[in-house]
C-alpha cells in the first residue's frame, strides 16, 4: 500500500481507511492533564508587586481588597500571571497621574472566582 502525504500532514490513506476528513489531525491519545491549584490572592499580590515601579511612575495608589474564600484554583500558574499582569497594567497605562487601581476578588457563586481590576 503506497502512503501519500496531504496538504495537512496527514497519511491520505488514514483519512480512506479511518473516515477523516481530509486536513484533520492526528493527535495522540489523550492524557489527561493534572493542573495544580494556584493560590490567585498570592498570586495577585505578586504581580502588584512586579508592577509598582509602573504604579510610582504615575503615582497611583493601589488597593487589593481579596476577600474571596475560594480563592485556589486549578490551573496554568504561568499564564494565569500573564494575564492578571496585562489587566493591572492595562488599567496603571490608562489611569490618570494620581488616580487609583483597585483589584478586587470575590466569589458570586460557591463555585466561581470573580477577580475585577478597576481604575478611577
Do not use: W
Not at 495577585?44 to 510610582?56: G, I, S, Y
Amino acid at each position: 500500500m503506497t502512503t501519500h502525504i496531504s496538504s495537512s500532514g496527514l497519511p491520505s490513506d488514514a483519512v480512506a481507511m479511518g473516515g477523516l476528513p481530509l486536513g484533520t489531525m492526528m493527535s495522540p491519545p489523550a492524557m489527561p492533564v493534572v493542573l495544580p491549584p494556584v493560590n490567585v490572592h498570592h498570586l495577585l499580590e505578586h504581580v502588584a508587586q512586579d508592577l509598582k515601579r509602573q504604579f510610582t511612575a504615575k503615582k497611583l495608589d493601589l488597593s487589593m481588597k481579596l476577600s474571596a474564600r475560594g480563592y485556589l484554583i486549578a490551573g496554568d500558574r504561568e499564564r494565569m500571571r500573564q494575564i492578571y499582569t496585562n489587566l493591572i497594567s492595562n488599567a496603571v497605562t490608562y489611569a490618570r497621574k494620581g488616580g487609583q487601581i483597585t483589584v478586587r476578588s470575590t466569589c458570586p457563586t460557591p463555585d466561581a472566582l470573580r477577580v475585577e481590576v478597576s481604575r478611577s
